[in-house]
């Protein structure tokens, strides 16, 4: 059949696109077809019943109350018979081998490939999201591949990658499919990394944190308004989310997608950038990245690249290590220097790693500065 004289929607248009990736990364063609019925086989963790009918989900600060029928804010949790089940369990919409630097983590195994993986769904509702089309969906209505834990572990050994990436969209509303195929990887000497919204409540995160090797959270703005008006989020959850992960010894990095109009004052990226500084340290990196107009937000113009360079210059002013420049291909700002001898020891373009200065310690090739991150 020949596809390009064929009339197709938008969302098939994804669906066919999101078969020919999956089928190209050398997962079985016939597995790219959706669930004709989204299955009630893993029951969730973190709720609690109110009555016979009645679950109150406690994972995130949304705190879902629900009864039979009724679907949660994010769109992939129900209840049944007086349990909370997770509704994409095993049930990806989106499996790629991604470069780590995509994620972004510079300071984790630089140059290395990481085995990406996420459901539909999302706790937030982001009018600037770039993966609207399987965030803002519910499972019904993505393409889905049935994958466990046990063989996306054994996908990413065969392909060679060192790590897996729970990403795309906001990886805590698949909270119990992400933690078993956590404890999976690490068990197989896999390294486990999770970029997320940070909105998920203590006791998850931390029960979370004894599988993860990094994260990068993203920060999406300094004040409750934006959150409240933007993403339909908390700060202050996403704070002590930050906190959690740097004290139980998670290697961390921020993403700050700075909008024009809306996140880009100066003043309020001082203070970000102080609170980082304060209560995470002065050696946790922060990349500043370019917005491009989409999904709500596409009456917006892009970010001007002299906003982001000045974001870097007041975080580096106030005296952050490691500031970046995202979504810029070709700015200096995409690599690493050393704090002590101001050299590049690690130079990138894009997603692509040109030249390491840098041994499997961390250690500065040049001066012998032992730079913080996960190197080997």
């Known amino acids: 059949m020949n596809f390009l004289n064929q009339k197709i929607t938008r969302r098939e248009f994804l669906k066919r696109a999101g078969i020919f990736c999956l089928a190209f990364s050398g997962l079985n063609y016939l597995e790219a077809f959706a669930e004709s019925k989204i299955p009630f086989k893993k029951e969730a963790l973190f709720y609690r019943k109110l009555d016979e009918n009645t679950v109150k989900c406690e994972l995130c600060p949304n705190g879902c109350v629900l009864k039979d029928g009724q679907r949660s804010f994010c769109r992939v949790r129900e209840p049944k018979e007086g349990k909370l089940y997770s509704l994409v369990y095993g049930l990806p919409c989106a499996v790629h081998i991604d470069p780590i630097e995509k994620k972004p983590l510079f300071h984790f195994l630089p140059g290395t490939s990481i085995y990406s993986i996420a459901t539909a769904g999302c706790n937030f509702r982001c009018k600037f999201c770039q993966n609207w089309s399987i965030s803002q969906y519910p499972p019904e209505e993505t393409e889905n591949y049935s994958l466990s834990p046990q063989e996306i572990v054994k996908l990413a050994l065969e392909r060679n990658c060192p790590s897996v990436a729970y990403t795309y969209t906001e990886p805590s509303i698949f909270y119990e499919y992400m933690l078993d195929t956590a404890r999976l990887a690490k068990t197989s000497g896999l390294k486990n990394m999770y970029h997320s919204n940070g909105s998920l ?28 008006e933007i993403c339909s989020g908390y700060l202050d959850t996403v704070l002590n989310t930050l906190k959690i992960l740097k004290e139980n010894k998670v290697w961390l990095e921020i993403t700050n997608l700075v909008i024009p109009t809306l996140n880009d004052n100066f003043e309020e990226i001082r203070q970000m950038c102080i609170w980082i500084k304060d209560n995470l340290g002065k050696d946790t990196p922060i990349h500043f990245t370019r917005f491009w107009p989409q999904y709500k937000l596409a009456h917006l113009y892009p970010t001007p690249p002299s906003t982001l360079e000045k974001a870097r210059e007041i975080a580096l002013e106030v005296g952050l290590d490691f500031v970046y420049i ?51």
């Not at 995202?326 to 001898?341: D, F, Q, R």
């Open 326 to 376: 995202g979504n810029l291909v070709g700015h200096p700002a995409e690599n690493t220097y050393c704090p002590k001898c101001k050299k590049a020891v690690i130079e990138r373009r894009g997603f692509t790693v040109l030249s390491k200065n840098i041994d499997e310690k961390g250690t500065c090739r040049f001066c012998g500065y032992v730079l913080p991150g996960v190197w080997a």
């Open 201 to 228: 409540n203590p006791q998850p995160v931390k029960e979370l944190s004894l599988y993860l090797d990094g994260a990068n959270i993203d920060l999406k703005a300094f004040n409750q308004k934006f959150y409240s």
